[in-house]
């Protein structure tokens, strides 16, 4: 019968398994055919465009934000939660499927509810849909490639900093910190469509023109966008909290 190895022996054995599958992972060469063919699947997908009409390839001028908006060439930006399960996975979502999906949850507004996007009951071709006839009303206005403005209007609308309060004894203090590029793109979204409900919730206006007209607004960095204005609000009392 044989021996029964011991909890060190088989510690050592696992090491030793490690040790060879990275030394065999930096000696792996990928051949030239490998190569080629990756590159010609990429530069066959590099001229879909998105629902068909607008050009995925936009520049992104600011360098913080740049690894966090995702612009890969999709027609139908769609993931169906692949990524759910990893965390900060969802920068490598595209920027427009997550902009659909903060219209389908806007999230909290001031620690309550009120505002909701109860219409869509989670009908997400329906926020894409929003978002395609909202991308439409920014073309005929503006005359360029609306992803662009989308992305120009995320840049100006970002804040960089914000107030963390904490608990010192019986008092509650409040400090500056910097903002997180992820958190930056986050929260513009987020107040894009919590903007655009508060702008048509009750109103004539349809909530593809709010979303339009949101976007327009931070992409001229108007006040009356209401990602800028929360954004000089947040960096205001951060600046006073130093």
Not at 34 to 48: G, R, V
Not at 98 to 122: C, D, N, Q, V, Y
């Amino acid at each position: 019968m044989a021996r029964r190895k011991s909890s060190a022996e088989r510690k050592k054995e696992r090491k030793k398994q490690e040790r060879e599958s990275k030394e065999k992972a930096k000696t792996k060469k990928v051949s030239k055919e490998a190569i080629a063919e990756k590159t010609k699947k990429q530069s066959q997908f590099a001229n879909l465009k998105l629902f068909g009409r607008w050009s995925n390839q936009v520049e992104i001028k600011d360098p913080g934000l740049a690894p966090y908006i995702n612009l890969d060439p999709k027609i139908i930006p769609r993931s169906a939660g692949i990524n759910q399960k990893r965390r900060f996975h969802k920068s490598k979502i595209h920027i427009v499927e997550r902009l659909a999906l903060h219209i389908l949850i806007p999230g909290h507004s001031g620690k309550r509810h009120r505002i909701t996007s109860g219409i869509f009951g989670g009908a997400y071709y329906r926020a894409l849909n929003t978002v395609e006839k909202a991308f439409e009303i920014i073309e005929k206005s503006e005359k360029t490639n609306p992803l662009e403005i989308l992305v120009r209007a995320i840049e100006n609308a970002s804040l960089c900093e914000e107030v963390f309060s904490y608990q010192l004894g019986s008092i509650m203090g409040r400090s500056a910190v910097i903002t997180s590029p992820q958190r930056r793109v986050d929260k513009t979204l987020r107040y894009f469509a919590q903007g655009s409900y508060k702008s048509s919730f009750n109103k004539k206006r349809k909530i593809e023109e709010a979303l339009a007209n949101e976007i327009l607004n931070a992409y001229r960095k108007s006040k009356d966008s209401y990602a800028v204005s929360e954004k000089e609000r947040i960096e205001t009392e951060a600046e006073g909290s130093r």
